[in-house]
């Protein structure tokens, strides 16, 4: 395993622009989660893909937020119009069934700063 | 209510101790799942160990195991011999359900453990 890749590590952006993330999963992982953290709190769900459906949305998902999976392989998750309080860490999981559970792996995340 | 709470903001050990971290959890799911996460400085989420709602043992991973309390709905972790390594925030989460579920977890607020020399 190659682990789960996200990019960029890092992105400035000034208030208003769009934004867009890539996560690349464990190859053949079927499910891939998108979390948001912001600064001293655990992560937070925001949206779950069983190969290239897209399952389950948090209400933490305005209208302003998209992701996709095509092909269920990588996902890329897109703000619009972004906000200040878009700021925080989008942490990308993926995760197969083994041992009974889907063990997540997460990536090491993409840091958002909106200026 | 919060269904994960971890009421240790910070912990500091000596070096080689033992250090318990504490989790408590909610649900009315009959079949969960609790999972405890290391996250160092570099953001990456660490998995560390798993415990089921059926499972009868608790948990051990290397120098990790989780003392699982059902009914006082508790799964805190236990860090035997820890390291300067071990320095970093920990995450208790759960995932409720099972078969169709989508296993998504809910964290707590972490646990910010430092380990002294």
């Known amino acids: 395993d190659t682990g789960v890749s996200q990019n960029p590590r890092h992105k400035i952006t000034k208030r208003g622009q769009n934004v867009t993330f890539r996560c690349d999963p464990i190859s053949e992982h079927n499910r891939l989660y998108w979390y948001r953290q912001t600064l001293g709190q655990g992560p937070e769900f925001l949206t779950y893909?069983?190969?290239?459906?897209?399952?389950?949305k948090s209400r933490l998902l305005s209208d302003r937020f998209s992701a996709e999976r095509p092909k269920g392989s990588f996902s890329t998750l897109e703000i619009q119009r972004t906000e200040q309080g878009d700021s925080a860490m989008y942490l990308c999981?993926?995760?197969?069934?083994?041992?009974?559970?889907?063990?997540?792996?997460f990536g090491p995340g993409t840091r958002l700063t909106v200026t | 209510a919060q269904k994960i709470t971890q009421t240790q903001p910070g912990m500091f050990v000596q070096e080689k101790e033992a250090v318990t971290l504490d989790c408590t959890y909610d649900t009315s799911d009959p079949s969960y799942g609790l999972f405890w996460y290391k996250q160092p400085s570099s953001g990456e989420m660490i998995f560390l160990i798993y415990q089921g709602s059926y499972d009868q043992q608790n948990a051990t991973e290397g120098r990790y195991s989780l003392n699982f309390q059902k009914a006082r709905k508790s799964a805190n972790l236990v860090i035997s011999a820890s390291q300067l390594g071990d320095s970093a925030m920990y995450f208790c989460?759960?995932?409720?359900?099972?078969?169709?579920?989508?296993?998504?977890?809910?964290f707590g607020k972490g646990t910010l453990l430092t380990v002294n020399p």
């Open positions: 999981a993926s995760s197969t069934l083994r041992h009974g559970t889907y063990e997540q792996y």
């Open positions: 989460a759960m995932r409720e359900g099972s078969g169709g579920s989508n296993y998504k977890l809910t």
């Open positions: 893909f069983q190969n290239e459906a897209q399952l389950e």
